[in-house]
């Protein structure tokens, strides 16, 4: 699609809204696989002090001294992405009927999930035998607890989800997309139409300095992009020693594509 000189590159609206497509569906391929891996590594394992929940290096902790009853199934139940989290094993959070946090983690249908309730949560499991999964957690917990164990979700570092599960990151990396994409849309949109040489410079009386060929305008918010990317990995990476300067990270992704931004509206517009 876009071979030969960039000169003859067919930009447009049409070719902006594919290209975005195509990035939806590796995200959501993405997602996908993600679900799918989490629903062939989830477990429950057991000890004296708590009940461990895993998948992909990730572990909830409920001990044991904290478990009030075990019962099947549970009641309606609010969750706030519907079916999605029905996506290879059931799961997130979601609030019953009498206000309390159930949180599922279950290959089956809350229904007919085994429910371990604590003082104001419950969590939805589904070992392979219920019974004798019972069975066992309860001689567990008639033994006593060796050491007291606090109700935790411990992440995985595989997938650096402190980073990911920042509020104050996750939000300016998609107001930083948001305008990424608006930007290079507006472009799109506009470059047919454009001269084959645009006026990129100007000297200090105003004066046009420099012609380029259209396709450079496009560089702008390419090279926004290629900034904001920079930041997360550095974030990432940085984010368990210094939060503060993940975060300042990318609120500069922001800015810097507004400027970008500014400069590419500016010069489609000359």
Do not use: C
Not at 95 to 100: I, K, V
Not at 157 to 176: C, E, K, P, Q, S
């Amino acid at each position: 699609m876009l071979r030969g000189a960039p000169e003859t590159w067919p930009i447009n609206l049409q070719l902006y809204v594919q290209v975005v497509g195509l990035l939806a569906l590796l995200l959501l391929a993405g997602a996908l696989a993600y679900r799918t891996a989490a629903a062939f590594t989830l477990g429950y394992e057991l000890d004296r002090n708590g009940l461990y929940i895993l998948w992909l290096g990730n572990r909830v902790v409920v001990p044991l001294e904290q478990v009030q009853n075990i019962d099947i199934g549970m009641g309606p139940l609010w969750r706030p992405w519907g079916v999605l989290q029905n996506i290879g094993y059931y799961w997130g959070q979601g609030r019953a009927a009498d206000g309390r946090h159930m949180h599922l983690f279950s290959t089956r249908p809350p229904a007919q999930s085994l429910v371990v309730y604590t003082a104001g949560e419950a969590f939805g499991i589904s070992p392979a035998d219920r019974e004798a999964f019972v069975q066992d957690l309860e001689q567990r917990r008639n033994l006593g607890a060796t050491k007291p164990l606090a109700s935790v979700f411990e992440p995985s570092r595989m997938f650096l989800y402190a980073f990911w599960n920042d509020h104050t990151v996750r939000t300016l990396l998609l107001i930083a997309l948001a305008l990424n994409l608006i930007a290079l849309g507006v472009v799109a949109a506009r470059y047919p139409a454009l001269d084959a040489m645009l006026r990129m410079r100007f000297d200090a009386a105003g004066q046009v300095s420099d012609l380029r060929p259209r396709h450079q305008v496009l560089f702008l918010p390419l090279a926004a992009f290629g900034l904001t990317l920079l930041n997360t990995v550095v974030g990432l990476l940085f984010y368990r020693a210094q939060p503060v300067g993940a975060r300042l990270l990318q609120g500069a992704s922001v800015v810097v594509q507004i400027l970008f931004g500014i400069a590419a509206l500016t010069i489609i517009r000359l």
